[in-house]
Nanobody, 120 residues
Framework: QVQLVESGGGLVQAGGSLRLSCKAS????????MSWYRQAPGEQRDLVAE???????TYVDAVKGRFTISRDNVDDTVYLQMHHVKPEDTAVYYC??????????????WGQGTLVSVSA
């Protein structure tokens, strides 16, 4: 069984910073792309940023220049450093990883979500 456990969410004032973490555990053979998504109340879940095993990154325009995604391939952890947060960043943030127990059979796994609330 593979699990993703997120941490680091909470309440932060606009303009502040927050760092989210997501650690993968279980019977893993390999981890491919790791991603952060977010879902605001009444909205769909949308991609925020993703990072390949080699470190190539992609960001949605709304967070470019403010958020940084990184990963530790030894610790099987992905991070989302958030700077200059805005009230519109308020959402539940979900971690997603494409993992393999038996290579090359990869499949997606989601974390349980962590709430980020940004006050004006």
């Amino acid at each position: 069984q593979v699990q993703l456990v997120e941490s680091g969410g909470g309440l932060v004032q606009a303009g502040g910073s927050l760092r989210l973490s997501c650690k993968a555990s279980g019977d893993l053979s390999d981890i491919g792309v790791m991603s952060w998504y977010r879902q605001a109340p009444g909205e769909q879940r949308d991609l925020v940023a993703e990072i390949t095993r080699g470190g190539a990154t992609t960001y949605v325009d709304a967070v470019k220049g403010r958020f940084t995604i990184s990963r530790d391939n030894v610790d099987d952890t992905v991070y989302l450093q958030m700077h200059h947060v805005k009230p519109e960043d308020t959402a539940v943030y979900y971690c997603k990883a494409i993992v393999a127990v038996h290579v090359p059979s990869f499949f997606p796994v989601w974390g349980q979500g962590t709430l980020v609330s940004v006050s004006a």
